[in-house]
């Protein structure tokens, strides 16, 4: 099981942003699909975004237009770029990566989005 360490949550204002990162602890990010789910309290997880070992990036509805996935293969992150937030994004956000058919999770970073 790969170990996965989220960051880059925290309590924003509605419209603005945040920036999360995911690391890996090897250099494996650029070979397997990797991306990020969120769960707000009382609701399932729900898919967020996600690339693939190919890097083709793909987003929720929900997401598109306003988040943005990038890879970066040297420091074995990813990072999701989450911009003019809503209310309703507020929620812990989870990194994964697909190994060997196994998703690892990270630990989950909060994202409060509130006036």
Known sequence: QEQ????????VHPGGSLR????????????????WYRQAPGKQREWVA??????????ADSAKGRFTMSRDNAK??????????????TAVYYCYIDLR????WGQGTQVTVSS
């Open 50 to 59: 996600g690339i693939t070992g190919g890097d083709t990036t793909n987003y």
């Open 4 to 11: 996965l360490v989220d960051s880059g949550g925290g309590l």
């Open 20 to 35: 999360l990162s995911c690391a890996a602890s090897r250099s494996i990010v650029g070979s397997f699909g990797m991306g």
């Open 76 to 89: 074995n992150t990813i990072s999701l770029q989450m911009n003019s937030l809503k209310p309703e994004d």
């Open 101 to 104: 058919g196994v998703r690892n």
